[in-house]
């Protein structure tokens, strides 16, 4: 104190002594006026008491009642913080209860209002009061606004300093000191510039979907960053939450920071959007059974039916999905039939591919709106590989085109400069990974008519066969006949065009039949082939039996009782 | 652990270096514009303390005027520390200082209070005496500064949470 005496006076020196000297005189008129009223004031309690006997205290309060209505006047006007502080914790609580009744009562209204609307999302939030309690206008306005809490300072109020925070985990952290000594200052500014003396400050501000909350009390206020539309609810959980912490706050100033007990909870943010959601206040509803009946029942049928028409779309879409998947040269992303009545188709085709438009329509229920989204692509389904053969290389007739399994095979005869261009051409063709062009042959080449017709002989007896009533008794000899025809032909070309072939037998059966049997009559319907061929005069030593195991991709087609006959051929050892 | 936390304020006339000072020394969380637009700045710092504690310097900077108005009396509401800044090239502003000093502690009770002669890169232009700093150290922790170059910012600073922290 001292030292500041003395930077006084080096800075006022002589002004300084002069003030003093001044200040001196003043009090000593002062003493001189107060020590004739020295007595008052010890006097006055007993003497206010003495003035309320008998019809006394009706004249006080007359004589009172003006002006300590004034004083409290002026104290408002003048000492209004003191008063507000001195109020705070009753007028708190007494405005939260009025405001509660105003939203109750609002909400009742709001209730009745919406007890008639039966849309789906009315229903939904209707079972859901129903099934927690809560009122439903509550579950309405629960639903409707979504908020969230980013921060929340608990700041001293004089300082500005925090005493306490807390920050939802994924938020980016911030310099909270300096953002509430911000707030603060921000606050008393608006306070400065717009009310004068006017109580209040800052008690909230807006930045997009942003949003600040200042809750003020005496000692310290909060302040809370948000985003999204927070229920009404939300400032009137804060304020009792401040409420709370000036129980809990030290009477001394605090010193920076502290850790309270309670204050953590006090200020948990999950559970303050949680108390936002419902409203501690209101009783537990009374659930009228007969409305809720009806709309259960309401709610029971329109599920029903719709769960029906539901499963109904599903095998619809399913159906459709199963046609598209097997459909050639189109590749299915997916299928969005997620709106009933309309279904969105996306993924691949290949220019080549027929629409599946008009199948698809006619899986789906008459008034489907049917869409697709297509981007090409080149396919490998084997159907469209021919397409797409037959449409490069354009054969001429006499020419035939077949691919299975990676295999483009063609035959026939054909001039000799398509032939060159196709063997050229056919390797390129996407999808085809081997060529097989041993039956193609040259219109100019002098052979090439019976090697056309060597393999046409080759066709023609593999479609033929011989069917058995049982055993190995023929139903109809025709098919022997040809057979023997065929391969007695065969064998004149091939000896033309220096060709060795060989004659295979192959026995069918039918389903029933144990393995053993089965086997065994494939092996006797072979030889029965080979003896009968022999018989009318077909070479034997061309002739044998072929596999019994009959091959895998055959054996379905030709599931019954039957023989057939094989040729097969190669450069014969002397090569002509 | 319950973090140490402190209101300052720095004080001075204007154009003596205060936001200079305080831009020297803090990282600035809110651009310049607000001094102008509020009158105010907030930032804040942790100080290393010789104990190894620290202190966090919450400074108020404060758009300078000579006398203290009920305005910026609002602000050093809750201070505990004050910054007084004068500009060694004017004599003037020093007894400017110690006059907000004065007022300032008509408001606040017995806060921290270190001074800052600024401009020490200008020193052959100093009106200030040798003699009036030495006079003044008498009373009051006295330090040299140059916010341009940067010269005892830190030891100012450091001074004032020391003072704080006490
Ligand atoms: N040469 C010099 N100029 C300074 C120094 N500090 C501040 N200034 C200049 O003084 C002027 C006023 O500074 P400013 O920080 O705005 O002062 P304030 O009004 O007290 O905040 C500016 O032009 C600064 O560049 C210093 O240490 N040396
Ligand atoms: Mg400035």
């Known amino acids: 104190m001292g030292d500041y005496q003395r930077l006084k006076e080096l800075l006022l020196g002589d002004e300084r002594a002069e003030l003093d000297r001044q200040r001196e005189r003043l009090a000593e008129l002062a003493r001189d006026v107060e020590h004739d009223r020295a007595g008052l004031p010890r006097e006055l309690p007993r003497l206010l008491r003495e003035a309320q006997r008998g019809d006394g205290r009706d004249k006080l309060v007359d004589a009172l009642s003006a002006p300590v209505a004034s004083a409290l006047g002026t104290a408002v006007r003048e000492q209004r913080q003191t008063i507000v502080d001195a109020l705070f914790p009753i007028i708190g609580p007494a405005i939260r209860k009025a405001i509660v009744e105003a939203l109750r009562d609002f909400s009742d209204g709001f209730n009745r209002a919406l007890e008639s609307s039966l849309t789906p999302r009315g229903l939904k939030w209707r079972f859901e009061a129903w099934r927690t309690g809560v009122p439903y206008a509550q579950v309405v306005l629960k639903n409707t606004l979504s908020f969230r809490l980013d921060h929340l300072f608990l700041i001293e109020r004089d300082s500005g300093l925090v005493i306490a925070r807390e920050s939802a985990p994924e938020v980016a952290d911030l310099d909270a000191d300096a953002i509430s000594g911000m707030l603060t200052a921000i606050g008393d500014f608006v306070r400065d510039s717009v009310g004068g003396d006017a109580p209040g400050s800052l008690a909230s501000a807006t930045v997009g979907e942003h949003l600040l909350w200042v809750v003020e009390g005496p000692r310290a206020n909060l302040a809370v960053f948000l985003r999204g539309v927070p229920p009404a609810q939300l400032r009137l959980v804060l304020q009792e939450r401040l409420e709370q912490i000036h129980a809990l706050l030290p009477e001394a100033p605090a010193d920076g920071a502290v850790t309270l007990p309670g204050l953590r909870e006090a200020l948990d943010l999950d559970r303050l959007r949680h108390a936002a959601a419902l409203d501690p206040h209101a009783p537990p509803k009374k659930t009228r059974p007969w409305p809720l009946v009806l709309v259960a029942l309401a709610i029971g049928g329109a599920l029903a039916w719709w769960l029906v028409n539901d499963w109904l779309w599903a095998r619809h879409l399913h159906d459709a999905e199963k046609a598209l998947r097997a459909w050639p040269g189109v590749h299915v992303d997916g299928i969005d039939g997620s709106r009933r009545g309309a279904v969105v188709v996306r993924g691949l085709i290949d220019p080549l591919a027929e629409s599946p438009r008009a199948a698809l329509a006619q899986l789906l229920p008459p008034d489907t709106s049917l869409a697709f989204e297509w981007r090409g692509y080149v396919s490998t389904d084997p159907a469209l590989v021919a397409r797409r053969a037959r449409q490069l290389l354009a054969p001429p007739e006499g020419v035939r085109v077949a691919f299975a399994d990676g295999r483009l095979a063609l035959r026939g005869v054909a001039p000799a400069a398509w032939v060159a261009a196709a063997r050229e051409r056919a390797a390129w063709i996407p999808g085809v990974a081997v060529l097989d062009l041993d039956a193609l042959h040259a219109a100019e080449d002098p052979s090439a008519a019976q090697e056309a017709e060597l393999d046409a002989v080759g066709e023609a007896l593999r479609e033929l066969k011989v069917e058995f009533v049982r055993e190995t008794e023929a139903a109809d000899p025709a098919p022997l006949e040809a057979m023997r025809a065929q391969a007695l032909r065969a064998l004149e070309l091939a000896a033309m065009l220096g060709y060795d072939v060989r004659f295979t037998c192959h026995g069918y059966n039918d389903a029933p039949g144990g393995d053993v049997l089965n086997r065994a009559l494939r092996e006797r319907r072979a030889e029965w082939l080979c003896a009968e061929l022999a018989r009318r005069g077909v070479p034997a030593d061309r002739l044998s039996r072929g596999d019994s195991v009959a091959d895998a991709a055959e054996a379905p087609t030709i599931a019954l009782r039957a023989a057939s006959l094989r040729l097969e051929r190669a450069r014969s050892a002397d090569g002509k | ?166």
Not at chain 2, 39 to 47: L, T
Not at chain 2, 76 to 105: I, K
Request: aromatic residues 4%; glycine residues 6%.
């Open chain 2, 1 to 166: 652990m319950t973090e140490l936390a402190r209101k300052v304020c720095m004080l001075g006339d204007f154009g003596v270096g205060k936001t200079s000072l305080v831009s020297r020394f803090v990282r600035n969380t809110f651009s310049d514009k607000y001094l102008t637009t509020v009158g105010v700045k907030v930032d804040s710092k942790h100080v290393a303390l010789p104990d190894a504690r620290t202190v966090k310097l919450v400074v108020w900077d404060i758009a300078g005027k000579s006398a203290l108005d009920a305005l910026n009396l609002n602000y050093l509401r809750g201070a505990t520390g004050l910054m007084l800044v004068a500009d060694g090239t004017r004599e003037a502003s020093l007894r400017a200082t110690l006059n907000l000093l004065m007022q300032a502690r008509d408001v606040l009770d017995d806060p921290a209070v270190v001074l800052v002669v600024n401009k020490l890169d200008l020193v052959e232009r100093w009106q200030v005496a040798p003699a009036t700093i030495a006079e003044l150290r008498r009373t009051l922790p006295v330090v040299e500064t140059s916010a341009q170059s940067g010269d005892g910012v830190e030891a100012a600073f450091a001074e004032l949470a020391r003072k704080l922290a006490a």
